[in-house]
Nanobody, 120 residues
Framework: QVQLVESGGGLVQPGGSLRLSCTAS????????MSWYREAPGKERELVAY????????RYADSVKGRFTISRDNGKNTVYLQMNSLKPEDTAVYYC?????????????WGQGTQVTVSS
């Protein structure tokens, strides 16, 4: 079964940095793209960053472009999100995601989430 486990969240001051990790199991990690989403109170869950299966392509939300970097280590079945120059509006629960298309439907798999709080 697909399992995604996030770690690395916490409390950080504005301008600070955090690195989130997501360790995957239950599938051939190197074959699939991975994403980070976040969900802030009262807001829809939004895509933050995307990385292709071999890490050759990445995409970022405009709000984090230039500050966040997604990367992966297929040998460790792990995807990372390096977050620099953090702002209070980055406060959210961050989720690791992978998806499949099967039987005409997109199937999403999510980690449990890790809380990131940016506050002085």
């Amino acid at each position: 079964q697909v399992q995604l486990v996030e770690s690395g969240g916490g409390l950080v001051q504005p301008g600070g940095s955090l690195r989130l990790s997501c360790t995957a199991s239950g599938f051939t990690f190197s074959m699939y793209a991975m994403s980070w989403y976040r969900e802030a109170p009262g807001k829809e869950r939004e895509l933050v960053a995307y990385i292709s299966s071999y890490g050759l392509s990445t995409r970022y939300a405009d709000s984090v472009k230039g500050r966040f970097t997604i990367s992966r280590d297929n040998g460790k079945n792990t995807v990372y999100l390096q977050m620099n120059s953090l702002k209070p509006e980055d406060t959210a629960v961050y989720y690791c995601n992978t998806s499949r298309i099967n039987l005409g439907t997109r199937w999403d798999y999510w980690g449990q989430g890790t809380q990131v709080t940016v506050s002085s």
